[in-house]
């Protein structure tokens, strides 16, 4: 029996080395947290206070994690190159790029600072265009995917995608008149892309759950990913028909976004169940999977609470209340154990 290997002396270099690609997963989740507590402030107006800090308290954790990320690939090529080639890891690239979509979102949303979201909102997408076809054709180019490796980070891809007209479409009045056009035109492409990839990627992620063995308890948050491209499809359709003069009768978006947002709240009952039965079977370890619990929450409110206010339907709301209420506390959990793993250096060893 081999003894155990001894943890590694935590060091800068060796944060920047082993950072995960995914980190900026924290920053998704917080900041859709903060604008779904923005949104609900208008019930219960305490809950504003909570929405600031948790605005200030995302931009400072970007900034925070936007420096290992970022020197990784300067300081350590070759681990980046590794986890390009990773079945699993490459799929959590795009999230620096979703993140700073939300932030975009964000700072339209707190204090409406439309022309600094503009900007971020154009550096954004062409992150994110750039890493994910880096992913795709990474992944179309090998050989390394196997079933065991279909998780449904693979919904990574078509998040990002959607979530462009989350704060695109809104932002087109304030879009150059010379860009007006190519804004648009990147807001469908975002839309397009995003749902007919996640249709594509269901299937395959659907054919690993029902032929294949079960997805390892570590890997148990990631079933929640589903419903951040559903509840964000909601959010990003209904905000691109508002501002697309050609749109027409809009009420045939408004069905298809209805029957969008209840796909996605039978899947919240659906992964509040898969994740219990988890539970009991095996214990669910930390790992920074746990924040794939808080962005789908997150864009699941958003979306519940954007259909409710173009539908006026109270129940939509009800969901949103309950996807707020379990993000919350997530979040909180989740936050507090990844400032222990930070603190412990447990976050920064090698994996073996």
Request: no cysteine; proline share 7%; hydrophobic share 60%.
């Amino acid at each position: 029996m081999n003894a155990p290997t001894a943890p590694v002396p935590v060091s800068f270099r060796l944060i920047v080395k082993t950072f995960a690609p995914g980190w900026p997963a924290a920053v998704m989740g917080t900041g859709a947290f903060a604008m779904a507590t923005l949104h609900f402030s208008r019930q219960m107006p305490w809950l504003e206070g909570l929405a600031w800090v948790l605005h200030w308290f995302n931009l400072a954790l970007f900034t925070l994690i936007s420096i290992p990320w970022l020197l990784r690939w300067v300081m350590a090529w070759p681990a980046v190159v590794a986890s390009f080639k990773h079945p699993v890891a490459a799929n959590f690239y795009p999230s620096y790029g979703i993140a700073l979509l939300v932030l975009a979102g964000e700072l339209r949303a707190f204090g409406g600072h439309e022309l600094l979201a503009l900007v971020v909102w154009w550096l954004a997408v062409a992150l994110l265009f750039g890493l994910t076809l880096a992913v795709l054709l990474s992944i179309f180019q090998g050989e390394h995917v196997n079933l065991d490796h279909i998780t449904p980070g693979i919904f990574m891809a078509p998040v990002g995608m959607v979530v462009i007209p989350v704060a695109g479409a809104p932002l087109l009045v304030v879009q150059p008149e010379a860009l007006h056009d190519l804004a648009l035109t990147i807001n469908g492409i975002g839309l397009g892309a995003g749902i007919f990839m996640y249709l594509a990627l269901l299937a395959l992620a659907l054919h690993r759950f029902y032929v294949h063995k079960r997805l390892p308890a570590m890997m148990a948050p990631t079933f929640w990913i589903n419903l951040a491209p559903l509840g964000i499809t909601v959010v990003s359709m209904l905000n691109l028909v508002a501002v697309t003069p050609f749109a027409g009768d809009k009420s045939a978006y408004l069905m298809a976004a209805f029957l969008i947002w209840g796909f996605g709240a039978f899947w919240l009952v659906l992964a509040m169940l898969f994740t219990w039965s988890v539970r009991n079977v095996a214990p669910l370890p930390f790992s920074l999977t746990w924040w794939a619990f808080t962005f789908p929450l997150g864009a699941f409110t958003l979306g519940s609470q954007r259909l409710s206010e173009a539908a006026g339907l109270s129940t939509p709301l009800a969901f949103g209340w309950l996807a707020w209420i379990l993000l919350a506390g997530i979040w909180t959990l989740t936050l507090a154990k990844t400032i222990g793993g930070v603190a412990s250096g447990k976050l920064f060893q090698p994996h073996p």
